[in-house]
T-cell receptor
Framework: DTAVSQTPKYLVTQMGNDKSIKCEQN?????MYWYKQDSKKFLKIMFS???????INETVPNRFSPKSPDKAHLNLHINSLELGDSAVYFC????????????FGPGTRLTVL | RKEVEQDPGPFNVPEGATVAFNCTYS??????FFWYRQDCRKEPKLLMS???SGNEDGRFTAQLNRASQYISLLIRDSKLSDSATYLC???????????FGTGTKLQVIP
């Protein structure tokens, strides 16, 4: 069973579109994260939720909106996609907080044309 | 200056060699550190946490030097399967800030 899963694995879309990436973890963890890894492989945290509450919100455009319907899911919605949004987006989870091991999903490769 | 900096490499080493990477951090208040490993086109996975007293896990040894603000990862008896990018991670700001380094690429050659 996949511990942290993301859908879709690949996403190719046009500038200006709105898209969502879904993330689910079946580990019973309290905290979930979204990261962006750009073409230079720099991995940067975007958001972190603990039990559906936002606890880390780095400086990202407000076109990015995370949504956590329950503690097992953290979805990422992106409005008005731009070329610079092209990257690999990783979801992750950890048992209690950031000091615990983070388990990453397989990533979603987003390409904006 | 970046909060967490690593030499991107690549480090090309023969099988069986010992290799060491450093990662420097600029925030003296950084509280915890980790090493993650990322294979090409895969997700990062935890390799080991870095404790103040240093810690060892098989062929891997991690150390923290707070005075000089760096952490290190030593890999002994390198295997081909060790080829990957090694990311150091620092936590600061009361554990509210998670910063990944850009990674050091290791290529172990036969």
């Amino acid at each position: 069973d996949t511990a942290v899963s993301q859908t879709p694995k690949y996403l190719v879309t046009q500038m200006g579109n709105d898209k969502s990436i879904k993330c689910e973890q079946n580990l019973g963890h309290d905290t979930m994260y979204w990261y962006k890894q750009d073409s230079k492989k720099f991995l940067k945290i975007m958001f972190s939720y603990n039990n559906k509450e936002l606890i880390i919100n780095e400086t990202v455009p407000n076109r990015f909106s995370p949504k956590s319907p329950d503690k097992a899911h953290l979805n990422l919605h992106i409005n008005s996609l731009e070329l610079g949004d092209s990257a690999v987006y990783f979801c992750a989870s950890s048992q209690y907080d950031v000091t615990d091991t983070q388990y990453f999903g397989p990533g979603t490769r987003l390409t904006v044309l | 200056r970046k909060e967490v900096e690593q030499d991107p490499g690549p480090f090309n080493v023969p099988e069986g060699a010992t290799v060491a990477f450093n990662c420097t951090y600029s925030n003296s208040a950084s509280q915890s550190f980790f090493w993650y490993r990322q294979d090409c086109r895969k997700e990062p996975k935890l390799l080991m946490s870095v404790y103040s007293s240093g810690n060892e896990d098989g062929r891997f040894t991690a150390q923290l030097n707070r005075a000089s603000q760096y952490i290190s990862l030593l890999i002994r008896d390198s295997k081909l399967s060790d080829s990957a990018t090694y990311l150091c991670v620092g936590l600061s700001g009361g554990y509210q800030k998670v910063t990944f380094g850009t990674g050091t690429k290791l290529q172990v050659i036969p």
